[in-house]
């Protein structure tokens, strides 16, 4: 590295193989594989590394899921299983201290990994000169020899509402507004809007779930929809889909919305807190992309020409995470792969690219959905001739144990290999990991079948699953 003197810093870097805009998922993934491929690297962060996921989004949300799993067990223990326990209260400071050190000893884990390769993490805002250089606020100009890589993540959407931080939220802030509500209206019903509702309805709101298609996780299996808000409702959680937000008026205690139904009619909800979860929307604004002869598409995402090496139509400056278009996913596992994949190639690797199609995807609402590979529908659609398979989690002793309901399906090329499993019901976010080497290893039913799942698991209805497919079944028929 060239290095010189500069105001306020110990040193400057004025060339570096890999410059990386953005420390997310995405971007400390690919710095920490590029420095242990050799490279130097120098990574521009204009908050904190770990981006959304780490500080507003994946692991505080799943903190507070779990805390409020442990909610609901107590209600279980008591009206299930005779067990006299009662919830006195909820500690909503000690909740939120817990959380955040959870999240602050992720954030110190992630600054040591990246002090530990010696990648040069500098805060401040960046943009691109050129096709090869970098401005950093605060720091100066930056040359890469090898590449730059954009991961700058994506921002909540906000169509014509404005967030408050208190009234309405997004799923940026909702995490951290004050307190917890005594209701709350939740507009949109992707894997985001549904994990918050059922969050807050664990924590004793009043919930209503609004989505605008017919169906909630409408890019999920139609059955997994169908479960999901068969067990939301058995919670309480008043869900209307086919519903549109016609306007949302802030009031001195709350929110008053105007619903339009699928019918026509125009229904009024009002909550406590409106939050809004209808999706993000990549950040481009002051990344300079034109200086580098790039420019978003219509959708704002800056699309690779080459899917294979997530390179764009400029050579050398590559794209991971949330900017990406589909069939990228959005996802922060997806965006470790894309990171590894991006420094593997600018070392002057071959690596294997992304199979989207094997990437998993979970809602961690309860109850939980996660599903890997096609949908029936969209198998069909490809022009498969589809065999499907399906058990529900009740057919088994333990998911009797567990009480909540849920199913396995399995789609697979009819006599051939496996497509999609789709699961819903408790833990199965902890379940498809077995699935996505399924789908990923191009499986058929029968390789599966001959492997013996342990009883009694909640597993064993993916085994059952496949045993039936594969003509083996022992507590159902093809």
């Avoid at 060239?2 to 004025?14: L, N, P």
Wanted: aromatic share 2%.
């Amino acid at each position: 590295m060239t290095q010189t003197q500069v105001k306020g810093r110990a040193e400057h870097i004025d060339e570096t193989d890999v410059v990386i805009i953005g420390g997310g998922t995405g971007g400390y993934s690919t710095a920490l594989r590029a420095a242990a491929l050799g490279l130097e690297v120098v990574l521009a962060e204009r908050d904190k590394v770990g981006g959304t996921c780490l500080h507003r989004g994946c692991i505080p949300s799943k903190a507070m899921l779990h805390a409020a799993e442990l909610v609901d067990g107590i209600a279980e223990a008591r009206e299930r299983w005779g067990v006299k326990a009662s919830l006195e209260s909820v500690d909503w400071q000690a909740l939120v201290a817990t959380r955040d050190d959870i999240v602050a000893r992720n954030h110190r884990g992630v600054e040591g990994h990246l002090a530990h390769a010696a990648v040069e993490v500098v805060h401040g805002s960046a943009e691109l000169t050129g096709p090869r250089s970098v401005r950093i606020d605060g720091y100066g100009d930056v040359t890469a020899r090898r590449g730059i890589v954009l991961a700058t993540g994506s921002r909540p959407r906000t169509p014509g509402l404005a967030a408050d931080g208190t009234r309405v939220v997004t799923s940026d802030d909702a995490l951290f507004a004050p307190g917890l509500p005594d209701s709350v209206l939740v507009l949109g019903g992707g894997a985001i809007g549904v994990e918050y509702a059922s969050l807050h309805r664990s924590m004793g709101a009043r919930v209503t779930l609004v989505e605008a298609a017919d169906r909630l996780v409408p890019l999920e299996d139609a059955d997994v929809s169908r479960h999901l808000t068969r067990g939301l409702k058995k919670r309480g959680i008043d869900v209307r889909t086919g519903a549109r937000l016609v306007e949302a008026t802030v009031l001195g205690g709350g929110v008053r919305a105007t619903v339009r139904t699928p019918r026509g009619e125009v229904r009024t909800v009002e909550a406590e807190r409106l939050l809004v979860a209808v999706g993000r929307v990549p950040v481009t604004d002051g990344l300079g992309l034109a200086a580098a002869g790039l420019a978003p598409d219509r959708r704002g995402y800056v699309a690779p020409a080459d899917w294979s090496r997530l390179e764009t139509a400029v050579p050398g400056i590559h794209v991971v995470g949330d900017l990406l278009p589909p069939p990228s996913l959005g996802l922060a596992h997806a965006s470790f792969a894309e990171g590894l994949l991006v420094a593997e190639t600018l070392a002057g690797l071959r690596p294997a690219p992304v199979d989207y199609a094997a990437v998993p995807r979970v809602t961690y609402s309860a109850p939980q959905t996660a599903s890997v590979g096609l949908t029936e529908a969209q198998a069909r659609d490809a022009g498969h001739e589809v065999a499907v398979g399906t058990m529900p989690l009740t057919a088994v002793a333990k998911g009797m144990v567990h009480g909540q309901g849920g199913m396995v399906k399995v789609v697979t090329e009819r006599g051939g290999r496996v497509l999609g499993v789709h699961l819903v019901g408790p833990h199965v976010s902890e379940m498809i990991a077995e699935s996505q080497l399924i789908v990923g290893w191009d499986a058929e039913p029968s390789d599966v079948a001959r492997h013996i799942h342990a009883h009694p698991t909640l597993s064993e209805a993916v085994g059952e699953a496949f045993l039936t497919l594969a003509g083996r079944g022992l507590h159902q028929r093809a």
